[in-house]
């Protein structure tokens, strides 16, 4: 049955009462199964390479810093109450799953500097890597259960991949006066997964029947974000540079569901 939005919270605050209501009032002997369980799985590999720099007969090499990060945030949570009559009623099911699973790699590799009687500098490489992931199940039953019973299932599962890439090029400086360098690399990649799941069931006395509830939200999804830069040669007092190069890739999902039922 759909409800407007009033109706809907109008419930969910009859729902929430019953259960402090109910909690205040002491646990008494619940007969209601629940079952709430989470899990967080992946790997997290990062590299880093700074380039190797060769100076001969006065010259002089640099070689830019090589610098990766991966940052990984994953929230799970599950609240499942049964308050007032149907918590003694033993016909009340509740299962709630967060699933997610993470895969990180990000790679940093700054050029190599060789400098023969003048200056060679290779930019910098750097990688970032951020996935959030936030998955929330409530499931509350307040009042009577039916007289087959309330059964509420949930779940949010997330699957995400992600590989970032910086790599600077090399640079070459051969002669008096000459000066080669090579830009630098910047790539960054941001998931950001935020999952719900509610589900409410306020319930009167001798009513015949069940009452199912069944939400599941589910993400999957993938990036690759690489920035390259290329190499920089000079020789007999000229002069070579080669720009930088940025990359960013960014995914964003909102996933809820609301189940509420009730007289």
Do not use: C, H, K
């Amino acid at each position: 049955m759909n409800r407007s939005p009033a109706a809907a919270l109008r419930l969910l605050a009859a729902a929430l009462f019953a259960t402090v209501t109910y909690l205040a009032a002491g646990p008494g002997v619940p007969a209601a199964f629940a079952d709430g369980s989470n899990t967080e799985t992946g790997a997290s590999t990062s590299v880093q390479q700074q380039g190797t720099a060769t100076a001969s007969d006065g010259g002089v090499a640099l070689a830019g810093p090589a610098i990766e990060t991966n940052v990984r945030v994953v929230n799970q949570m599950n609240v499942q109450n049964v308050a007032g009559p149907a918590a003694m009623q033993g016909n009340v099911t509740q299962d709630a799953t967060n699933t997610a699973d993470v895969d990180q790699f990000s790679l940093a590799v700054s050029g190599d500097a060789t400098a023969t009687d003048g200056l060679a500098a290779t930019g910098s490489a750097r990688a970032m890597s951020i996935v959030i992931v936030q998955q929330l199940n409530v499931q509350v039953v307040a009042g009577w259960a039916p007289s087959d019973g309330v059964s509420q299932t949930a779940s949010n599962t997330a699957d995400v991949g992600q590989t970032t890439v910086a790599v600077s090029g090399d640079a070459a400086a051969d002669g008096g006066g000459s000066s080669a360098a090579s830009g630098q690399a910047q790539a960054v990649s941001v998931t950001v997964v935020q999952q719900r799941n509610i589900q409410v069931y306020v319930g009167r006395p001798d009513v015949e029947g069940s009452v199912e509830q069944t939400a599941a939200n589910a993400f999957s999804g993938s990036q690759l974000s690489g920035a390259i830069t290329g190499d920089a040669s000079a020789t007999s007092g000229s002069q070579a540079s080669t720009g930088d190069a940025g990359s960013m890739t960014q995914q964003q999902t909102q996933q809820t569901s609301f189940q509420i039922t009730g007289p």
